[in-house]
């Protein structure tokens, strides 16, 4: 489990990392973008992929965090739902049957 949690941190970490030198450039292409007329046609389609880059982190992150909250929830949810419940009932039903 602490094999686990280390590579959450590092990702998360990697994450972070990669969002906030991504912000800087993306920040510095818009400002060089500001400067010209006709600068968002050259450079465009990098904007974009900077853009692309911080989607990707989003998606990374709530990735991450889906996986803590499946682990968390599997660990504090221990009980039976009412149709494991009633499956449970039949299959003993059925075997005691036979």
Request: proline share 0%.
């Amino acid at each position: 489990m602490s094999d686990v949690k280390d590579l959450i941190s590092e990702a998360t970490r990697n994450v972070k990392e990669d969002r906030a030198a991504t912000k800087t450039l993306l920040m510095s292409l818009m400002k060089y973008m500001q400067i010209g007329d006709d600068r968002h046609r050259e450079v465009g389609i990098v904007a974009a992929k900077y853009l692309e880059t911080l989607q990707r982190s989003n998606e990374q992150l709530v990735k991450i965090a889906t996986l803590v909250h499946k682990k968390t929830a599997t660990q504090e949810d221990t009980s039976i739902s009412d149709e494991e419940r009633d499956e449970l009932f039949d299959m003993i039903n059925s075997h005691s049957e036979d």
